[in-house]
């Protein structure tokens, strides 16, 4: 008897990638991006720690466009600088925060990218609440600076390191609310930082209670992007460390359970482990998990009935 082995057939909505370095220019990204099999990439569109930007050429941007097409990559993703603090108290370091975001949407914007992915903020001891009010505030502020641009300020789930902001789902509920820009706004759910918040994913039914949560609180609807990270911390450790897919204290089923879940088709999924060794053999070995498990069975859901 033959079984037919249909190799690497997977699903079309299914869109899956990594974040690409921008060395030498933003339009390099995507030939990274084709060599290690992604249909979607994540980028700084600039360098990550500086607070200055070079501006972006028009034929660098041109080039990225042909790039992204020639390897079929859609969408491409944003990631704003790790300075940016919009919670911040301190007027001088909010006042740069804000010009860094701002200039962050408006190169996304040019560089035709829908999703800029930014962390909320840390509240630096003032206070979680004030600290909320105060990213709410800026970025319907930015937002309203930008009008007229189509790029989404998405909002990433974070592991609570520190002070840091949105490590709940009440709070991400909290900040899109009182933004009430929800064509500008969007989330990323990060699975490590998830786990590190203290939201279980281990096992199928784990999973479901807390997609099923975010679904009840921030809504489906919201979720625009995906970052697909193993954690090398515990569950609730709020820790942010990132681990090589499966190879962490997360461990394969609930990238299982991610990558073939009907409700996340067609959002990018996009994987942030960490670049040792050969980078690109690496996030090849990470996307090829990926695939793998995308292919695989589902795990069968523990039946429903309770049992004493
Ligand atoms: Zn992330
Ligand atoms: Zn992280």
């Known amino acids: 008897m033959t079984r037919s082995h249909s190799p690497r057939t997977q699903p079309d909505d299914l869109i899956l ?24 990439i994540q980028i700084f569109t600039k360098s990550s720690n500086q607070w200055r930007a070079r501006p972006l050429p028009s ?22 600088a790790y ?27 040019m560089l035709g990218i829908p999703f800029l992915v930014l962390h909320p903020g840390a509240h630096m ?3 979680e609440e004030a600290g909320l009010q105060r990213v709410a505030q800026s970025l319907r502020e930015l937002l309203k600076r930008t009008d007229g641009c189509r790029v989404r300020a998405v909002l990433e789930t974070t592991a609570g390191q520190g002070t840091t902001l949105g490590y709940r789902f009440e709070q991400i509920t909290q900040l899109l609310d009182q933004i009430g820009l929800p ?13 590190a918040a203290g939201y279980d994913i281990r096992t199928p039914d784990a999973y479901h209670a807390a997609l099923d949560l975010f679904d009840h609180i921030v809504g489906l609807s919201s979720l625009k992007v995906i970052h697909l990270n193993d ?12 681990e090589h897919i499966g190879e962490g204290t ?7 359970c991610l990558v073939t879940d009907p409700r996340l088709r067609g959002i990018p999924m996009i994987i942030e482990t960490p670049k040792d060794g050969d980078v690109v053999e690496t996030d090849r ?24």
């Open 17 to 40: 990638g990594a974040h690409m370095s921008i060395a030498g220019g933003v339009d390099l990204a995507p030939l990274r991006g084709r060599q290690v099999g992604c249909r979607t």
């Open 59 to 80: 034929d660098e941007i041109d080039r990225f466009h042909a790039h992204l097409q020639a390897a079929a990559i859609a969408p491409a993703v944003a990631h704003s």
């Open 83 to 109: 300075l940016i603090n919009l919670a911040s108290a301190d007027p001088a370091l909010h006042q740069r925060s804000m010009a860094a975001c701002q200039e962050e949407l408006e190169r996304a914007e």
């Open 125 to 127: 001891g003032t206070g």
């Open 183 to 195: 064509e500008r706004t969007g989330v990323c759910l990060d699975t490590c930082h998830l786990f």
């Open 231 to 242: 954690s090398k911390g515990p569950l609730g450790c709020r820790v942010d460390r990132h």
């Open 250 to 256: 997360i461990g394969l089923e609930a990238f299982r």
């Open 285 to 308: 070995r990470n996307l090829r998990v990926l695939q793998g498990l995308a292919q695989s069975q589902r795990a069968p859901r523990a039946r429903t009935v309770r049992q004493h």
